[in-house]
């Protein structure tokens, strides 16, 4: 009894095919990594505030499985409703959605970047005579006397607490005081 080969022998499985129409068609391997990735940006938009995710134009059934993933509670589900995620990341625009989380986390690096000016200019009125009159110089627009009246009632005040104790009410109204004219330019 003589064998028979393999159907499959003998044939040209690229179909004339060069080594140009291999390259332009990705991999098992790269296709998977573009899910993983496609996989990742939907975990980030999940873990945005709902403020932030609210302000980024999503389609429809990605802000809903978005949703539902945040609702989810077991790992399991929550693991399979991520895959959902990303199969739906995988068709929407990659580009437009990076851009629009990239603007919605430098948006909360900004105002932590205020909130850090606002703190530090604080200290430094806290601290000398001479920095309010850079403020004044700088921001020429703020009221100086009730600058000097905060900024002394902060230090009659500041130097009576001890540490551990809430922060006096006139070191918030200095603070309430500044922290507008950082955001303002």
């Not at 990594?33 to 945005?48: D, I, K």
């Not at 000097?148 to 005081?177: C, E, K, N, T």
């Amino acid at each position: 009894m003589s064998r028979r080969a393999a159907p499959h022998r003998g044939l040209d499985l690229h179909d004339g095919d060069d080594d140009d129409g291999q390259a332009a068609r990705p991999s098992k391997t790269g296709r998977k990594r573009e899910a993983q990735a496609a996989q990742e940006l939907g975990l980030e938009l999940a873990s945005l505030p709902p403020d932030r995710l609210a302000a980024i134009a999503l389609p429809e059934a990605l802000r809903e499985a978005i949703d539902a993933y945040r609702r989810t509670k077991s790992h399991e589900g929550r693991r399979r409703q991520l895959q959902y995620v990303g199969k739906l990341m995988r068709s929407a625009d990659e580009a437009a959605l990076r851009e629009a989380l990239a603007a919605a986390t430098l948006g909360s690096a900004r105002a932590t970047l205020a909130l850090h000016e606002a703190e530090r200019w604080r200290a430094e009125l806290l601290a000398d005579d001479a920095a309010l009159v850079r403020w004044l110089q700088a921001n020429p627009d703020s009221d100086g006397e009730q600058l000097r009246r905060l900024v002394q009632a902060a230090r009659r005040d500041a130097a009576g607490v001890a540490a551990g104790v809430r922060q006096p009410p006139s070191l918030r109204a200095l603070y309430r005081f500044i922290r507008p004219r950082i955001e303002a330019p």
